[in-house]
């Protein structure tokens, strides 16, 4: 199979910043218990703006980053849990903000908090057998709209926003060699949906999911590197999904991964489901962190469960 790579990032969060003093003034909680237990100091939420917009925004960044047009783009799929609509899906009504060619195949994906990586290695999938060789993976969620405002458990945990990132598939680039899981539960994270009574609120069980991630996290780094031949030394950067600034701390410890080489936006974002890998991937490749060349080991983990990792090279 032909590989991908990055050609560039884009992300768009709406303008309403929430931090966790303005959160203290609507659950008992404070300040000092949000930042010290997950690293989050405020987050961005949905006024103005609705997911499709987040969407445009960040697939035109990334577009324009990766100096690739609407119509050279064969392949559009969008991770996520809570599009504006059902139907069209975020994906089709893309194809039309974005003017993407009509052939270009285009549909969401819920794999929660890891579907950035089920995208990516979707698209890498269907552009080996795509008439175009570009790919738009979006990840997108608006985690405010499932917010329950009486369990401050989670309330304080979500944001929104949306990253995307434009990918190429070459002949003779290796895969990203992805690594996919999933282990079906609904007790430790869920949100009901149309099929049911009760209303479409996250519900979670912060401390089994905390032990699920810090086991997931290493499994998928090292199913990465073994794919790939590689040790941690030659990844060139390290982005994990962003749930819990104690979770990444924990695991950049036991691998030694020094401060330069990995990223954390948790504090200004705090978590925002598919959204927070490509977001991050985005601010770093702005800051000139990630160039050409650049391997990025990325991981995520979230509700169903899953988990994923893959090595991502930027073009
Ligand atoms: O993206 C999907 C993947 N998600 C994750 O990876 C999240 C993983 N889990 C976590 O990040 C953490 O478990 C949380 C941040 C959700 C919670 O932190 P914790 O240290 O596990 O807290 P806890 O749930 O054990 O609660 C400790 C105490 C409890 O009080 P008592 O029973 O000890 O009196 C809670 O009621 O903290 C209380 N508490 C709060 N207090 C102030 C829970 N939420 C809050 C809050 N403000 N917002």
């Not at 869920?190 to 905390?210: K, L, T």
């Not at 030694?256 to 954390?264: A, C, S, V």
Request: glycine letters at 10%; aromatic letters at 6%; proline letters at 3%.
């Amino acid at each position: 199979m032909n590989g991908i790579k990055i050609k560039g990032m884009g992300h768009c969060v709406p303008a309403q910043v929430l931090t966790n003093e303005d959160i203290a003034q609507r659950v008992e909680t404070s300040d000092d218990w949000i930042t010290s237990r997950t690293g989050i100091r405020q987050r961005r939420h949905c006024a103005a703006e609705g997911h499709l917009d987040l969407c445009t925004g960040a697939a035109q960044a990334a577009l324009e980053r990766a100096g690739v047009t609407a119509d050279q783009i064969g392949v559009c799929v969008v991770a996520t849990l809570a599009a504006d609509t059902i139907v069209p899906s975020a994906a089709c009504a893309l194809q039309r903000t974005l003017g993407l060619p009509e052939d270009t195949v285009c549909f969401d994906l819920n794999a929660a908090c890891t579907g950035f990586l089920f995208a990516l290695h979707t698209v890498e999938c269907l552009l080996n057998a795509a008439s175009r060789s570009y790919g738009l993976v979006l990840g997108c969620d608006v985690l405010s709209r499932l917010t329950n405002w009486e369990d401050r458990s989670t309330c304080v945990l979500f944001g929104d926003g949306a990253g995307a990132a434009v990918v190429e598939c070459r002949t003779g680039w290796p895969s990203i060699g992805a690594v996919l899981g999933v282990h079906g539960n609904e007790s430790l994270l869920f949100c009901p949906g149309i099929g049911s009574d009760e209303p479409s609120c996250i519900a979670m069980e912060g401390q089994a999911v905390y032990k699920f991630a810090v086991a997931a996290i290493p499994w998928c780094l090292d199913q990465v590197l073994e794919k790939h031949h590689i040790t941690v030394d030659a990844v060139d950067f390290f982005v994990f999904h962003q749930a819990n600034a104690r979770i990444l701390d924990r695991v950049v410890r036991k691998y030694h991964i020094p401060p330069e080489k990995y990223g954390k936006n948790i504090d200004a974002y705090g978590n925002t489901s598919a959204a927070s890998i490509p977001i991050l991937l985005s601010e770093l490749q702005a800051q000139g962190k990630l160039t050409s060349g650049s391997r990025v080991l990325v991981v995520g983990f979230g509700g169903g469960l899953t988990w994923g990792g893959a090595l991502v090279e930027f073009a």
